[in-house]
């Protein structure tokens, strides 16, 4: 793994979003341009707090850049449930029991879309699993698991985080945290990320699970109120007592095409992410914060771009090894 960058406290930045009232000291909010890495919006964004199932963005990562390592197709390799799921506790929506079988594409479907805790659990026994037996360790296949995840959040210079588990309910003694700020740079990370875009993307997925009653079907929709809005991508939603309503979700626009000195054309890529914490009206406060975060970016590159102090300017975020 690359060392973390430094990275300077970020400036808390009160800010009225148009029709939607001032950001109140009980949330966290940060907007960010990702290929610039230019912070646009930023209010208690470095407050560490529980994040609920924006952790199975982490999960998602890891479980992709596993399959992508081994040169395995999601679609063909099956996960079997395991016997800690009756631990996990919460909604099951596909039914899941031990025992059952699925594609890991479809239980990252049901995990990222559906937020299946379930799901998320199946997948990191599963890589952990694998994980465990080609390190030639004896160790608890999830803990391996999240010890990826913390790994990949340690490369990403994401150093108010932890990661207790795949799915993101607070269990006692085994309570994770994140900010604003962190989960922003992990966003940033998973849309590089194009198996896992596919996937966050989808409003629906009809996935399959077999079990010993034979093979059966679920549609599972995506929580994302945003998916279907134009430019709209992902990725997550997460809800828990501790953590409130949350959401990280990402926007492109179209490239901007400006005429270079030599009378070439050069199109330059735009995307934000904006991820708000602990806040009840969560997917109108994050439309809020896109007008908002493309107002400020648009004056940002009309001003020509100026940057005076990196670190606490810009989000920049690794590729780690």
Same mark, same amino acid.
Request: hydrophobic letters at 40%; proline letters at 7%.
């Given at each position: 793994?690359?060392?973390?960058?430094?990275?300077?406290?970020?400036?808390?930045?009160?800010?009225?979003?148009?029709?939607?009232?001032?950001?109140?000291?009980?949330?966290?909010?940060?907007?960010?341009?990702?290929?610039?890495?230019?912070?646009?919006?930023?209010?208690?964004?470095?407050?560490?707090?529980?994040?609920?199932?924006?952790?199975?963005?982490?999960?998602?990562?890891?479980?992709?850049?596993?399959?992508?390592?081994?040169?395995?197709?999601? /679609? #063909?390799?099956?996960?079997? +449930?395991?016997? &800690?799921?009756? $631990?996990? =506790?919460? !909604?099951?929506?596909?039914? @899941?029991?031990?025992?059952?079988?699925?594609?890991?594409?479809?239980?990252?479907?049901?995990?990222?879309?559906?937020?299946?805790?379930?799901?998320?659990?199946?997948?990191?026994?599963?890589?952990?699993?694998?994980?465990?037996?080609?390190?030639?360790?004896?160790?608890?296949?999830?803990?391996?698991?999240?010890?990826?995840?913390?790994?990949?959040?340690?490369?990403?210079?994401?150093?108010?985080?932890?990661?207790?588990?795949?799915?993101?309910?607070?269990?006692?003694?085994?309570?994770?945290?994140?900010?604003?700020?962190?989960?922003?740079?992990?966003?940033?990370?998973?849309?590089?990320?194009?198996?896992?875009?596919?996937?966050?993307?989808?409003?629906?997925?009809?996935?399959?699970?077999?079990?010993?009653? /034979? #093979?059966?079907?679920?549609? +599972?929709?995506? &929580?994302?109120? $945003?998916? =279907?809005? !134009?430019?709209?991508?992902? @990725?997550?939603?997460?809800?828990?007592?501790?953590?409130?309503?949350?959401?990280?979700?990402?926007?492109?626009?179209?490239?901007?095409?400006?005429?270079?000195?030599?009378?070439?054309?050069?199109?330059?890529?735009?995307?934000?992410?904006?991820?708000?914490?602990?806040?009840?009206?969560?997917?109108?406060?994050?439309?809020?914060?896109?007008?908002?975060?493309?107002?400020?970016?648009?004056?940002?590159?009309?001003?020509?771009?100026?940057?005076?102090?990196?670190?606490?300017?810009?989000?920049?975020?690794?590729?780690?090894?």
């Amino acid at each position: 793994m690359h060392p973390s960058p430094k990275v300077r406290p970020l400036s808390f930045i009160c800010l009225t979003i148009l029709g939607l009232g001032p950001l109140t000291a009980q949330e966290s909010a940060m907007v960010v341009e990702a290929y610039s890495g230019k912070i646009l919006v930023s209010a208690n964004a470095r407050q560490k707090r529980p994040v609920a199932s924006l952790t199975k963005i982490a999960t998602g990562v890891v479980a992709v850049d596993w399959a992508t390592a081994a040169g395995i197709d999601p /679609g #063909e390799v099956q996960v079997t +449930v395991p016997p &800690t799921v009756t $631990l996990v =506790g919460g !909604p099951n929506p596909m039914n @899941l029991q031990p025992g059952d079988r699925l594609s890991l594409r479809d239980a990252l479907y049901s995990a990222m879309l559906g937020s299946d805790n379930l799901a998320a659990l199946s997948v990191a026994d599963h890589v952990g699993r694998e994980l465990v037996r080609r390190r030639g360790k004896n160790h608890d296949p999830v803990a391996e698991f999240v010890g990826e995840m913390n790994r990949l959040a340690k490369g990403l210079g994401m150093r108010q985080t932890r990661f207790a588990n795949p799915h993101g309910l607070e269990r006692p003694r085994a309570t994770g945290h994140s900010t604003a700020a962190d989960i922003a740079r992990l966003s940033v990370y998973a849309m590089r990320r194009n198996a896992l875009t596919f996937i966050m993307r989808q409003p629906e997925r009809q996935v399959i699970v077999r079990g010993a009653g /034979g #093979e059966r079907s679920y549609r +599972v929709r995506n &929580t994302n109120e $945003l998916i =279907g809005e !134009p430019g709209i991508l992902g @990725l997550k939603t997460g809800t828990t007592a501790a953590a409130g309503p949350c959401l990280s979700v990402c926007m492109d626009r179209n490239p901007l095409v400006r005429t270079k000195p030599d009378g070439t054309k050069g199109a330059t890529p735009r995307r934000l992410i904006a991820v708000v914490l602990n806040q009840p009206d969560r997917f109108n406060r994050a439309r809020g914060l896109i007008r908002q975060g493309w107002s400020a970016y648009d004056s940002w590159i009309a001003s020509g771009a100026p940057v005076g102090d990196r670190e606490s300017e810009l989000l920049v975020v690794p590729n780690p090894e």
